[in-house]
């Protein structure tokens, strides 16, 4: 938990950094949804900002956007609305960039939910369609395919 | 099948680009662990980089509905699902942290042997998590291995029974135990507990016992038992949630002095935030909760739930006791039944001082089964007048009130203006 700030003060915050220098400040209580930030709190080393040099001011801002919406810990059915519409992406790259920074920042209810998203996308697929939805590149030879098939041939058995 | 079509041109892959291969292995082992885990095993024949991906997921499940089994389990399709198991153990690599058998139709316990050889296998591979599901009831022993997975953080056993091997030392980090439709003969169970020192969640769900169930854990927060048992003691003085449903054989009447140490256990409580006592529980208790027998205020309690007959002078009475030791108390939710062995009382509700301050800081109060019994109507005639803070009473009578009763209790004065009886 957070230490929150007494009534009439302004409760602490904490000032992140993206990669490309954007800033945000940030409540300590949104931003210790974050692990790693939440350590970093603890330690005492967040003066002057925390500088997240693996994460892009538009992803960070992504984020905090779910932060911001998790912490105020809303009723269930509001925020499962809500994490249904965060991965509701046009683009893959962008939740891929989301699940790294998920991970990097330690927030386990996004990292849970992205890594979801992204089996959701797997679930129910041959192979050929999968290498389709993700650009994987056949680099198998017929003879390796083959050799694959037989070793795993206990799997595939249906 | 779920093709992915329908999302039309939701996740666009960017062009030509392979983000999802060169993901850190720590986030593509937690997809695939979101995949049953025959998909998993289809990744193999993705690209060379994914052709062994599968064998080192840290979490492995196998769930016999994932397998299309049939309705009736045949010997060959248990042969199939055994070994897919067998398969996947003997070629993963790596450390098994989580490990899931649900097979409650499958005779996976009986012939072969196979439970023991991967329980020795995951207790070599570090595993932290456990949860086997079998068929109930037929009581198959869980090989002595489980006992040598010294990471085991948590354990989910249904259907199984254990004992534990002579050169136990403990399951030092295990933080929670939860047994399901169990059947003890002896008190394993306490040995268990008395074994985990860093305990914090026990559950036994639908435990039938013969022996004499001794449980004593000082670090334990969340305590649930249920089931028919003919001896519980009970000595958790620091649970902060405590749920106890206590059924018999039908014909057998819990006696005073009743092989349960019920209200000795209330009396312990330290730190109780919130208390469930239901079946049979609260009337064992009920012998030994008397006036002045619960030594201190139980400050952090704050919601109360319990399966009373309002019109038993023993219940109504340790009833009482206990709201008169629970200050702070919130929210009181009662199962009202009528036992009807016991001398009724319809007037002790009548009788108390409707001014002490009982239930001071009272916000909801949830009556099931509300037959309008004297005692009933006196307890909740006592509850309205002196309860300043009540937001919600609610009333669930199952249409037995006739509309004369229901008006009556809509009539009866409250002690808060913004109480609000619903009639359910």
Known sequence: ????????????????????????????????LSQTIRHMIEDGCTDGGVPLPNVTGRILAKVLEYCNKHAAASDKDELEKFDK?????????????????????DIRGMLDLTCQTIADMIKGKSVEEIRETFNIKNDFTPEEEAEIRRENQWAFDD | MDRGGSQKKRHKAV????????????????????LPIKEVLGTCLLSRKWRYTWASMTELTFREDDFDLGSSIEEGETKKFVNFINMVLSLHNGPILKFELNARRVHLLSAGGHIHRW??????????????????WRNHKI????????????????????????????????????????????N????????????????????LSFADISIHSTKLKILRVDGMFKHLSLVTPHVSSAVINLQVNTGY?????????????????????????????????????LPGKLPRLLNRLTEITLEIDLGNMKEANAAHCLFQVAPNLRRVE?????????????????????????????DTVVLSNFAGSCAESGFLKLLLEDAPVLRIAQIKDNNKLDKESLKRLLKMRRASKDAEVILL
């Open chain 2, 119 to 136: 329980m020795l296998m995951l207790s070599r591979n570090g595993v932290k998590e456990i949860q086997i599901r079998t068929k109930i």
């Open chain 2, 143 to 186: 090989p002595s291995s489980f006992f040598s997975c010294e990471e085991l953080e948590y354990a989910c056993l249904q259907g199984c029974i254990f004992q534990l091997p002579p050169l136990f030392t403990g399951f030092k980090r295990i933080h929670t135990l939860h047994f399901i439709d169990f059947c003890a003969t002896e």
């Open chain 1, 85 to 105: 519409a965060f991965v509701d992406i046009d683009d893959q790259a962008t939740l891929f960039d989301l699940v790294m920074a998920a991970n990097y920042l």
């Open chain 2, 188 to 207: 394993n169970i306490g040995e268990l507990v008395a074994s985990s020192p860093n305990l914090e969640k026990l559950i036994l769900s639908r435990l």
């Open chain 1, 1 to 32: 938990m957070a230490s929150a700030g007494s009534g009439d003060e302004k409760a602490a915050t904490v000032t992140l950094i993206s990669s490309d220098n954007e800033h945000f400040e940030v409540p300590e209580a949104v931003a210790t």
């Open chain 2, 253 to 289: 009447v819990p006696r005073a002095g009743c092989n349960f140490n019920l209200s000795q256990f209330i009396g312990s409580l330290l730190d109780i935030e919130n208390i469930s006592l239901l079946g049979h529980a609260f009337e064992c208790a009920a012998h030994g909760i």
């Open chain 2, 15 to 34: 062009a030509n680009v392979d983000i999802i291969s060169n993901l850190p292995d720590v986030i593509k082992d937690k997809i695939l662990c979101c």
């Open chain 2, 334 to 362: 009662l199962q009202l039944i009528y036992r009807g062995y016991a001398a009724p009382t319809s007037n002790f509700w009548d009788s108390i001082d409707h001014q002490a301050g009982l239930f001071n800081n009272l």
